[in-house]
């Protein structure tokens, strides 16, 4: 019984940290943009590629995968900035939430299937992953699923240092909290955009190789994570970064118990059931604010 | 100071035209549609004159409840497709007519689709988007992996859901007894009419006081909820009535094509529509059917293309709101204004009243 | 029409000193019909300039406008000689003009010391930061106190302050203050108010917005009377008030 109780528990706290790295992304690009960046499981597919190339194809160690899942996630959330997100900016300021949504499923769809079509659709298997298991009276805890966590944390630790003690991070903040205030600081506004577009996309692109080393590596890989991911942003309070984190681990775990008791095809839908219970309750999130965003 | 723009007839005056060139391409329309069967010869276009007849009442439906009302659903397939399903399972557990199940079908998705809103549209727009895309989302999920059996037809099993599968041969308009060869014009037929009159009650809709609330909430929102307006339950009216009419094709769909499958939840199938809304203009009246026109001939040319039609409806989608963000429709009106005031140079750059 | 022009550019009082903002047939608006109709103002150095009138008349807009939030459609403005047009207003906040904004606009979830830090934001010598950190406490000591604080939780006027405080850490040439007395009791507009006299006392240069106009009537060095986009009058403060028909039509008394 202890076995399966904490089988289940490695699952659900895993894939928590997966969703809590995908809802940082998420959640600093809403915050400071008012944007819902649709690409997002695009960029986390890439970001595992990404990994797959270096160490597969280039044969270089793993570490550069990673580096490579970095790199690929950065360009591309540069690319986004400039060929969508600023010239949408210019042109319709007001409708900009909405354009952007679409503009994003878009790409994202576009560069999903640039990925289907250069690597094909068959699984592949992520190369950057780890073997070997932690055997305990209670269980067994696969190395795999340590390093996943692990990784999580420290990405998320890190940005939180980056938000909070650096220049760069306060100006973030800044110009999440108030955008016009932060312009008459002397805030580029738009180089502020681009480097959160970047930074979302690095995390996307870790956060993919995470995924694909415990599951697989297939084109679509990012679409599951992002929309509960999103989900969870929800439920937190949209913008709401502490509350989305502690929301992904709960929900998860709660997902993973859901899928043990009932069967995989049950986690989702119930997952879906308590978050709109919630926002009936709670329009705002449980945690968030009713704000008034302005672009 | 300049002297102020009298209270000017060209509010007036462009308003009437504008009603008048509707009617005139609604005219056009109908011409077209009725001339089709006779000038068409192949089997194989008119048939995709009828898919493109499904995506036009569907794309002008989503942009009915987006463009219009401010409703930003991800989940108008889902919408379609428990209008197919429902007609369908009608049809093949109860043993119903589809002439009975379809409208009884609509009822069905209106009335829980009005649930979904009730939850849902008391969040903002993009929460909408995502909430629905979710449901959406489980609704495809739950049907792709029914694998329990829940009865047996002959020897194969057939899911609750219909699984994978679906539902096939449940039914149809009876127009192969009627017409026999000929029958695929007289399906034509029922779905340009269907077509036709969603098109004229959403037409309605539009200029109806909700329709002007609508406008009102989107030019000033503070003034429209001062003077009475309710965004929620006006939204959740227009839920409501395009679910309806979305359900309503979904269930047309399945009696002309006499099946129905978890493909049409695809997301591939969500994103042709909205590329037919945004390329045609969201929130232009006749945006979808431009947009149909346009992306139909377009997705005919790509058919050779094979792996590259994902790929080109991403880029298509991401392209034209950057660059046309009020798509064609939009661009053609711009066209329209810049050629009008090229016309009256002398008319003062004066306020233009809010129309 | 051109006479009227040239009538009441004879009223703006010539500014003494070096001319570090000037205005020239400032045009702008929201999308719809402008709300600065053509308006022109110079600020000398060192000078605490007025404009005053009634509300929406487009006070906040003139400051927003000067500060690259709001675009113009037609006219220049210059800082220090250098035309802003087309400049976004964080490139214009460089140029050295620092705008306490209507309703202060602060971070909200930020610390009392993390705002002023913001306003520092252009500042790469960390002495001089800290050295302007130092001086914005020692004038506005109740910042001291809170400086934890969040933004959200504090009172009007200690929002006020901070705002001040904040746009004192950009440390331009210029400062823009739009309404400091908005929204608050009178014993606390008066410490506000005495607040910005010691900044003129210091040499600042201060362009000021107020409805108003007896409550800056002390301490600016010119006032303008701006009536529906337009300036309407312009002179000494102590002129204004002794007007009764300008009071009266505009100001309502």
Known sequence: ?295 | ?355 | MADAAAARAATIPRETGAVLLALDGVVAGYGGPAVLKGVSLAVGRGRLVTVVGPNGHGKSTLLRTISGLTRRTAGTITVAGRPTAGLSASAVARLGVAHVPQGDMLFPEMSVGENLMMGAYLERDERATARRLDEVFALLPKLADRRRQIASSLSGGERRMVGIGRGLMMGAEIMLIDEPSLGLAPLVIEQIYEVIATLKASGRTILLVEENPARVADIADAMHLLDDGEIVWSGPPAELLAREELMSTYLGG
Not at chain 1, 266 to 282: D, H, S
Not at chain 1, 284 to 290: E, K, M, N, T
Not at chain 2, 112 to 131: D, F, H, I, K, W
């Open chain 1, 1 to 295: 019984m202890a076995s399966v109780v904490v089988a289940v528990l490695v699952a659900g706290l895993t894939s928590g940290a997966i969703y809590a790295l995908a809802t940082v992304g998420l959640s600093l690009v809403w915050g400071s943009m008012g944007m819902l960046n649709m690409a997002h499981a695009a960029l986390l597919a890439l970001g595992g590629y990404a990994a797959f190339t270096a160490v597969t194809t280039l044969g270089l160690p793993p570490v550069v995968g990673f580096v490579a899942a970095f790199a690929a996630g950065a360009a591309a959330g540069a690319l986004l900035y400039v060929s969508i997100v600023r010239p949408l900016l210019r042109s319709a300021p007001a409708a900009f939430e909405t354009n952007v949504l679409i503009a994003t499923v878009g790409a994202g769809i576009a560069l999903e299937n640039a990925i289907l079509m250069t690597y094909g659709g068959q699984p592949l298997k992520q190369p950057v992953a780890a073997a070997g298991a932690f055997a305990f009276e209670a269980g067994t805890i696969p190395v795999q699923n340590v390093v996943i966590v692990t990784v999580a944390v420290v990405l998320m630790v890190a940005t939180a240092l980056l938000l909070g003690r650096t220049k760069m991070g306060r100006a973030i903040r800044a110009t999440a909290q108030n955008r016009e205030a932060a312009e008459l600081m002397g805030v580029p506004v738009g180089r502020v955009y681009l480097q959160v577009l970047m930074l979302s996309g690095m995390l996307a692109g870790v956060c993919g190789v995470l995924v694909s080393a415990i599951t697989q590596l297939t084109p679509p890989l990012g679409n599951d994570p992002m929309l509960k991911a999103f989900i969870m942003c929800v439920v937190a309070g949209l913008g709401n970064l502490p509350g989305a984190i502690a929301a992904s681990f709960g929900l998860a775990v709660i997902e993973a118990f859901v899928q043990y008791a009932a069967g995989a095809r049950w986690g989702f839908p119930v997952l879906l059931f308590i978050v709109i219970a919630v926002l009936v309750w709670r329009p705002s999130g449980l945690f968030g604010r009713a704000q008034i965003r302005r672009v």
């Open chain 2, 1 to 355: 100071m300049m002297p102020e723009a009298a209270a000017s007839p060209l509010p007036v005056r462009r308003r009437n035209t504008a009603a008048r060139a509707d009617l005139a391409v609604a005219f056009v329309l109908i011409a077209a549609a009725v001339a089709l069967p006779f000038l068409v010869d192949s089997r194989y276009v008119l048939g995709q004159v009828v898919l493109a007849l499904f995506y036009a009442t569907v794309a002008t439906q989503w942009n009915l409840l987006f463009g219009f009302a401010g409703v930003f659903s991800l989940a108008q397939m889902a919408v379609f497709a428990f209008g197919g399903y429902a007609t369908a399972m009608l049809c093949f557990y109860f043993g119903w007519s589809v002439w009975g199940a379809i409208p009884v079908a609509a009822v069905a998705t209106a009335a829980a689709s009005l649930v979904v809103g009730l939850a849902c549209l008391r969040l903002t727009g993009v929460y909408v988007a995502l909430l629905t895309l979710a449901i959406a989302q489980v609704m495809y999920v739950l049907i792709v992996t029914d694998t329990e059996c829940f009865v047996m037809v002959g020897s194969t099993c057939r899911q609750f859901t219909g699984g994978a599968v679906g539902f096939a041969r449940f039914g149809d308009f009876g127009m192969r007894a009627l017409l026999k060869g000929q029958w695929l014009v007289g399906n034509y037929a029922i779905v340009a009419a269907v077509f036709a009159v969603t098109t004229f009650i959403t037409y309605l809709v539009v200029k109806s006081p909700v329709g002007l609330a609508f406008r009102a909430l989107k030019d000033n929102p503070a003034c429209a909820v001062a003077r009475g307006v309710n965004r929620f339950t006006a939204q959740l009216a227009v839920f409501g009535v395009s679910a309806f009419f979305t359900g309503l094709a979904g269930g047309v769909y399945a009696a002309h094509f006499q099946a129905i499958g978890p493909g049409v939840l695809s997301l591939s199938q969500l994103l042709f529509i909205v590329a037919i809304a945004v390329v045609g203009g969201v929130g232009q009246f006749w945006g979808p059917i431009v947009g149909t026109i346009v992306l139909v001939a377009a997705d005919e040319a790509m058919r050779e293309a094979g792996e590259f039609r994902t790929l080109g409806l991403g880029i298509i989608i991401a392209a034209s709101m950057v660059l046309m963000p009020n798509g064609l429709v939009g661009r053609f009106h711009d066209l329209a204004r810049f050629l009008a005031a090229r016309r009256a140079p002398a008319a003062p750059p004066a306020v233009s009243p809010a129309e």
